[in-house]
């Protein structure tokens, strides 16, 4: 797992391998008091260090428009939003091969959208991306990786977002009884 990451401040389960880049990279996102860690190119090259792209090189406008991009479509994928929604992103994986082996270029935008790419390409051929959720509580959204042995989780944390679930439920039940009885008498 990345530490001390955007996924780490949420306390959601840690994806793993590279598909913890994609969680990390979903993550970014401001959930309730937290920042959007791609909210400005400053913030977006403190995050991209933070993850050990080790470029130590800023984000430029544009690169940080492809990562916010990026961050979208993911979320997108991971089930965030209607699909008429979707705006396609194209990803091109640039590997440079030379006689020291195989490189990938090493600007922060290039270097993570490439790892991005592979993170995706393998998650899909080993079919962990599909435990690769956002929470399901709506005011939470945080990725984490479904560590559910059926893997049918919904909440990045059951004390958290599954038990406040549980309590508007028994809420709702309630008032609906409420209703009806009240409109029965």
């Known amino acids: 797992m990345l530490e001390g990451t955007a996924t780490t401040r949420y306390e959601a389960n840690p994806a793993p391998g590279d598909l913890a880049l994609l969680q990390d990279l979903v993550n970014t996102v401001s959930v309730g008091p937290g920042a959007d860690l791609l909210g400005s190119t400053d913030s977006a090259t403190t995050w991209l260090a933070s993850i050990g792209t080790g470029t130590g090189a800023g984000v430029d406008v544009d690169s940080l428009e492809r990562l916010r991009r990026l961050r979208t479509a993911i979320r997108r994928l991971l089930g965030d939003g209607p699909a008429e929604h979707h705006q ?15 490189t990938v270029p090493h600007d922060g935008g290039d270097f993570i959208e ?9 998650g899909r051929a080993t079919g962990a991306l599909s435990r690769l959720k ?49 409109s029965t008498s």
């Open 88 to 102: 396609p992103v194209d990803l091109a994986l640039r590997l440079r091969l030379d006689d020291d082996g195989i």
């Open 114 to 122: 490439a790892k991005v790419a592979v993170a995706l390409l393998e």
């Open 134 to 182: 956002l929470c399901a509580n709506p005011d939470c959204q945080v990725a984490f990786f479904d560590q559910s042995k059926n893997g049918a989780g919904k909440w990045h944390s059951s004390a958290r977002c599954g038990n406040a679930a549980r309590v508007r439920a028994h809420r709702d039940r309630t008032i609906s009884r409420t209703d009806t009885n009240s």
